[in-house]
């Protein structure tokens, strides 16, 4: 099975601050690696795909990078829709997720 | 406007069974393969299970693999879970959610969810 570990799992963080989560999978994972947003009481909401491949409508404030087992979701300017929790998955070898970033108002 | 609705949701005691519904509109469902997603209280998400467009090939995660089934009604529109031997640690809200790319074979991201429905195994 690949395990998703991210980083950190809370992070504070204020209006305009640009803010980055790492997301680090146990073998590699090409480029098959997805962010989510979700906000508390709802359904999480797809940002980006395959790495870097901004979802249609997602702000483009927010940026996805890597590739192997090292992965990168950056928010440029923390905005106040931003705080939610993040969670990164792998679509490599079936469906597996990170155990969350929530950000939250420093 | 694409829209998935799941109900089904309820108390249910350890051992039983239920059965979760997921209702598609604004799309074509037998295009897309399907899954559920479980987020138990303040956890993680957890992917459950997975059934192609066609309906041919489903897999489940190995927590629930031998007591939950996923099937979908073309005609209906409609995915299920059937879920036995209920156990404390099912106890989560249950999202389905679709496949970004139609007619699929490979692994994709989820690109639409519902609003999920709460199980919850207790006695």
């Known amino acids: 099975d690949i395990q998703m570990t991210q980083s950190p799992s809370t992070l504070s963080a204020s209006v305009g601050d640009r803010v980055t989560i790492t997301c680090r999978a146990s073998?590699?994972?090409?480029?098959?690696l997805a962010w989510y947003q979700q906000k508390p009481g709802n359904a999480p909401k797809l940002l980006i795909y395959?790495?870097?491949s901004l979802e249609t409508g997602v702000p483009s404030r927010f940026s996805g990078s890597g590739s192997g087992t090292e992965f990168t979701l950056t928010i440029s300017s923390l905005q106040p829709d931003d705080f939610a929790t993040y969670y990164c998955?792998?679509?490599?070898?079936?469906?597996?997720f990170g155990q969350g970033t929530k950000v939250e108002i420093k | 406007q694409v829209h998935l609705v799941e109900s089904g949701g309820r108390v249910v005691q350890p051992g039983r069974s239920l059965r979760l519904s997921c209702a598609a509109s604004?799309?074509?469902?037998?295009?897309?393969?399907m899954h559920w997603v479980r987020q138990a209280p303040g956890k993680g998400l957890e992917w459950v299970a997975v059934?192609?467009?066609?309906?041919?090939?489903?897999y489940y995660a190995d927590s629930v693999k031998g007591r939950f089934t996923i099937s979908r009604d073309i005609s209906k529109n409609t995915l299920y879970v059937q879920m036995n031997s209920l156990r404390r640690e099912d106890t989560a809200v249950y999202y389905c959610?679709?496949?970004?790319?139609?007619?699929?074979?490979?692994?994709?991201?989820?690109?639409?969810w519902g609003r999920g429905t709460v199980v919850t195994v207790s006695s």
């Open positions: 604004g799309f074509t469902f037998s295009t897309y393969g």
């Open positions: 959610a679709k496949d970004r790319t139609a007619t699929s074979w490979d692994y994709d991201v989820f690109d639409i």
């Open positions: 395959k790495a870097s």
């Open positions: 059934i192609s467009y066609d309906g041919s090939n489903k």
């Open positions: 073998q590699s994972i090409n480029t098959w």
């Open positions: 998955q792998q679509y490599n070898n079936y469906w597996t």
